[in-house]
């Protein structure tokens, strides 16, 4: 498995930005779909966006699309998560995960390295 790390979060007024970074550790990161999932109070864990391993193809959810944009760095081992026009709805601790190069990059369940989470937070 790989170890991840997660930092960035923090509190900003709706229409701001921030960018979440995510370190990971162990085997050789090209070879990991990554993925940043985010779980609000009382809801469950949901898919935000994805790259996959080989061709670093990106996945959004349909409520980020357009604002939020997935990028890595191969050379640095991290995956960041570029998150512009924040609402107050993508209040949530924001994870990182990782998974082996043929998971389907949207499902949760494929992932099985999990980085301990970074709180997002928009204020209206």
């Known amino acids: 498995q790989v170890q991840l790390r997660e930092s960035g979060g923090g509190l900003v007024q709706a229409g701001g930005s921030l960018r979440l970074s995510c370190v990971a550790s162990g085997r050789a990161f090209s070879t990991y779909t990554m993925g940043w999932f985010r779980q609000a109070p009382g809801k469950g864990r949901e898919f935000v966006s994805g790259?996959?391993?080989?061709?670093?193809?990106?996945y959004y959810s349909d409520s980020v699309k357009g604002r939020f944009a997935i990028s890595r760095d191969i050379a640095k081992n991290t995956v960041y998560l570029q998150m512009n026009s924040l609402k107050p709805e993508d209040t949530a601790v924001y994870y990182c995960?990782?998974?082996?190069?043929?998971?389907?990059?949207?499902?949760?369940?494929?992932?099985?390295?999990w980085g301990q989470g970074t709180q997002v937070t928009v204020s209206s």
């Open positions: 790259i996959s391993a080989r061709r670093g193809t990106t």
């Open positions: 995960a990782a998974a082996d190069p043929v998971a389907v990059v949207i499902e949760l369940a494929h992932y099985d390295s």
